[in-house]
T-cell receptor, first 113, second 113 residues
Framework: AQSVTQLDSHVSVSEGTPVLLRCNYSSSYSPSLFWYVQHPNKGLQLLLK??????LVKGINGFEAEFKKSETSFHLTKPSAHMSDAAEYFCVVSDRNFNKFYFGSGTKLNVKP | DAGITQSPRHKVTETGTPVTLRCHQT?????MYWYRQDPGHGLRLIHYSYGVKDTDKGEVSDGYSVSRSKTEDFLLTLESATSSQTSVYFCAIMTRDKADTQYFGPGTRLTVL
């Protein structure tokens, strides 16, 4: 069965420093993978997605993620954190038919001034 | 925001009462989803629909039923609400033309006393 594990429930960085949010997936096929962001008391917004094209995926607001099949990872990075990046981030894997989606438990990103 | 609305936005009810949540979309997307969000669990799929009268279970479907009699509406019913169903419920649509991106509604906060 497919699943995702977000390795950190909370990450704290200083403004202007790099961000790394870690995600490992488990899947018996080549999945589609996504990162979504949820700002406090808001709905979810797609940051980026991997759908078996380029392994380095660029998203909105300067975020990117790299699909590494050998490591079954899809970590989210950003070179320089901004205060507005403070939010909860979810890694998501699809089933093989792209009909169902499985969310990780989330990583809360805190950005210190 | 893909024209997704949820109603009600907040509801407090008592154990044992039936509750129906409504998700409405304005763009005739085929796929619609119901998730619940609980701390430490991310979002978990309850049910989804792939067309009028076509629905399937997700990973936490016990105690929930759904109906879709029109393309634009997807209803989630708790036949007899329990305190364990206190949660935030999100509806989502999937846009096939955007390669399985999901767009989420604003959420419904349900409290079962």
């Amino acid at each position: 069965a497919q699943s995702v594990t977000q390795l950190d429930s909370h990450v704290s960085v200083s403004e202007g420093t790099p961000v790394l949010l870690r995600c490992n997936y488990s899947s018996s096929y080549s999945p589609s993978l996504f990162w979504y962001v949820q700002h406090p008391n808001k709905g979810l917004q797609l940051l980026l997605k991997y759908t078996s094209a380029a392994t380095l995926v660029k998203g909105i607001n300067g975020f990117e993620a790299e699909f590494k099949k050998s490591e079954t990872s899809f970590h989210l990075t950003k070179p320089s954190a901004h205060m507005s990046d403070a939010a909860e981030y979810f890694c998501v894997v699809s089933d093989r038919n792209f009909n169902k989606f499985y969310f990780g438990s989330g990583t809360k990103l805190n950005v210190k001034p | 925001d893909a024209g997704i609305t949820q109603s009600p936005r907040h509801k407090v009810t008592e154990t044992g009462t039936p509750v129906t949540l409504r998700c409405h979309q304005t763009e005739n997307h085929r796929y619609m989803y119901w998730y619940r969000q609980d701390p430490g669990h991310g979002l978990r799929l309850i049910h989804y629909s792939y067309g009028v009268k076509d629905t399937d279970k997700g990973e936490v479907s016990d105690g929930y039923s759904v109906s879709r009699s029109k393309t634009e509406d997807f209803l989630l019913t708790l036949e007899s609400a329990t305190s364990s169903q206190t949660s935030v419920y999100f509806c989502a649509i999937m846009t096939r033309d955007k390669a399985d991106t999901q767009y989420f509604g604003p959420g419904t906060r349900l409290t079962v006393l």
